[in-house]
């Protein structure tokens, strides 16, 4: 796996790829701002960043199904998928704010979860809300995932007003604590409520899909249909739990989806998040379906298409 996410990322090391003109790299949201200021203009240390956090999304997928056991195997699978998807754009192989971003999502997920059926009051969906909240504090287009905590209490619970009203309560949390800052440095609080609003709402760079990358997309969109339409055919198979938590990951894939047609400051960075419904989709099918030497062609032409993806870059 090392070595495959060292191949992978060996273009954006010897190429570093500049920044893009997004409004996020313009006018960062408060933490992506202290993690540039940290960085400065160092594309190595940028990029030697994002490879960090990808190594750790790497363990936190896989650890997460070893927790749940939701793939009904302990497999390296779903971390192996998502290295790979991590070489789909070269361009954002560096400093950005989705990657950290992402690692909170994959935080939030886990106490999500973590809420099956626990007695009493979950208190799990008021730390999942703050994680979405601090994450959004670095990438402000993750606040959309808070809707992700109502999905989850609604599958996971029994309707109870006060586990929405302490989500949304952990979900504001990060924002009041920062409003509090900028009074206490003598900052204008509207510059703050106008950098949310720039960040969300304001038009990203547009993205110039290559021929390959198409390709790629239409392959990988094709392989995650029929994905689903494989877990949907085994779902009623499936323990209480597991069957949740797939439902959860569509939805994750789901608001991903949104986000990214509906939201206009969302560019193709928003795969960061999608990868992991994705990784574990995909894994889903490739382990369990019967029949192998498809799913094996299948993910050797994902794994050729990634490669071919990046020497395309390093021309």
């Not at 192996?80 to 991590?86: D, E, H, L």
């Not at 999942?128 to 670095?138: D, M, P, V």
């Not at 960040?199 to 029929?226: C, Q």
């Amino acid at each position: 796996m090392f070595v495959t996410l060292i191949v992978l990322w060996i273009s954006a090391f010897l190429c570093p790829p500049l920044n893009n003109a997004a409004h996020g790299e313009i006018d960062p949201m408060p933490l992506y701002g202290l993690l540039k200021l940290v960085f400065g203009n160092n594309h190595f240390l940028g990029v030697l960043f994002s490879f960090s956090v990808v190594t750790l999304m790497s363990f936190l997928l896989v650890r997460f199904n070893t927790n749940i056991f939701f793939l009904r195997e302990r497999s390296y699978l779903p971390a192996v998928i998502y290295i790979f998807i991590s070489g789909l754009f070269p361009q954002q192989q560096l400093l950005n704010p989705v990657l950290p971003a992402s690692v909170f999502l994959m935080l939030a997920i886990i106490r999500i979860m973590d809420g099956y059926r626990k007695p009493g009051t979950a208190f799990s969906f008021f730390d999942a809300g703050i994680l979405i909240g601090i994450g959004s504090l670095i990438y402000a287009n993750l606040i959309w995932f808070g809707m992700l905590i109502i999905i989850g209490i609604i599958l996971l619970r029994t309707r109870n007003m006060s586990e929405i009203a302490i989500s949304f309560i952990g979900l504001i949390i990060p924002f009041l604590l920062t409003f509090g800052l900028y009074y206490v440095l003598g900052k204008e609080m509207e510059s703050f409520l106008l950098l949310v609003k720039n960040n969300l709402f304001f038009k990203s760079a547009g993205y110039f899909f290559p021929r390959l990358t198409i390709v790629a997309l239409i392959f990988i969109g094709t392989v995650i249909l029929i994905s689903m339409v494989y877990l949907f055919m085994l779902m009623n198979t499936k323990k209480i739990k597991s069957r949740k938590t797939f439902l959860l990951m569509i939805w994750v894939f789901l608001i991903s989806l949104g986000v990214y047609f509906v939201i206009p400051s969302t560019s193709v960075e928003i795969v960061w998040l999608a990868g992991i419904p994705i990784s574990y989709l995909l894994a889903h099918y490739f382990v369990l379906v019967k029949k192998k030497l498809i799913p094996e062609i299948f993910f050797l032409v994902f794994i050729v298409l990634i490669l071919l993806i990046q020497i395309w870059y390093l021309k």
